[in-house]
């Protein structure tokens, strides 16, 4: 006898989805900093941030309760290549909820922060643990979600140091960043030397942009100033911004996948950077890009919680794989 429909969807219920979040969240953030940026008096980003909170609680309700219903069907996502890296998402989604909740309460901040560091840390070393001692991964696994664990680190200065744990931030900041740059130089070596990604991870490609764009962030809360190496993370990131923007006809073919939120919350952290500038800078250039970044960031964002609940409808998410 088949299992119930319910059951059977929860069995195949992917971490992946906490991806959607994180998007969420930097929406939030990228906002909030609009708001303040261009005395905005429209406060869209306290909704986008509500929806996001409500949305990790969902999923989190969800997650919990496939481990403790289908604990083999985690055990298979740990172990497998490509979704291990997503596991940190979690994590990723509490520190953003964090860099989000700092204006309205310092205190609910903290215990995300505390939270999601002390999680990612833990899931940092798990997944490093099973790269390093691996018997299965080859070359063509490793695409650019392999930078989520490692490079998630990255985000915890943005809260860390406003919070007051600058030294903490500054130990998460280093090895981030280092890994980033080892990671950087393999999966390019795989991208220019092997097979294409499959069309399912072609969105991933979107999450080159993260690094710099959050790095140039962690780096200002760090040091307070716009020196020339937070402009060469600024414009690294804002390189590969659009670097992939002008391929935007290959992942407009692409179908929809769980995957496509790989767009979100790297765009979103290279317009809250961006805007960043223009605060530092007075430039512009900077005001006219940001808004420009907002407004697709924004559109990116409700037409993909449109295809995920398209896709939720008609029963194409959380099936076997194929």
């Known amino acids: 006898m088949s299992e119930p429909a319910a059951e059977s969807r929860l069995k195949y219920f992917p971490v992946s989805f906490f991806a959607m979040v994180m998007g969420l969240a930097g929406v939030a953030i990228a906002w909030h900093r609009a708001e303040i940026v261009f005395a905005m008096p429209l406060r869209m980003s306290e909704a986008v941030l509500v929806l996001a909170g409500l949305s990790f609680v969902a999923l989190l309700l969800l997650y919990l309760n496939k481990i403790l219903r289908h604990r083999g069907a985690v055990a298979q996502e740990l172990a497998h290549p490509i979704q291990i890296n997503f596991f940190p998402t979690v994590s ?22 505390v939270l999601g560091t002390n999680l990612h840390l833990l899931l940092t070393l798990y997944v490093m643990g099973v790269w390093t001692h691996h018997e299965q991964f080859e070359i063509h696994h490793i695409n650019p979600a392999w930078f989520i664990p490692v490079v998630g680190n990255v985000l915890v200065p943005i809260a860390g140091v406003p919070l007051g744990f600058a030294e903490v931030s500054w130990f998460f900041f280093s090895f981030g960043m280092l890994f980033w740059l080892v990671l950087l130089a393999i999966v390019f070596y795989r991208v220019f030397f092997h097979n294409p990604l499959p069309e399912k991870l072609m969105p991933t490609f979107f999450i080159l942009i993260a690094p710099p764009a959050v790095g140039f962030l962690a780096y200002q809360s760090l040091t307070g100033d716009l020196d020339a190496f937070a402009r060469v993370l600024y414009y690294s990131g804002l390189f590969l911004t659009l670097l992939l923007l002008t391929q935007v006809g290959r992942f407009a073919r692409i179908e929809f996948y769980l995957s496509w939120w790989a767009y979100s919350f790297p765009l979103a952290a290279i317009t809250i950077a961006t805007l960043a500038m223009y605060q530092q800078t ?22 993909l919680l449109y295809r995920t609940a398209r896709a939720i409808g008609s029963r194409r998410i959380c099936i076997p794989a194929v």
């Open 92 to 113: 990723i989604s509490l520190l953003l909820l964090a860099v989000a909740s700092i204006p309205y309460s310092l205190g609910l901040a903290g215990v995300l922060w």
């Open 282 to 303: 007075g430039l512009i250039a900077f005001a006219i890009i940001g808004w420009v970044l907002l407004t697709l960031v924004t559109l990116i964002v409700v037409y």
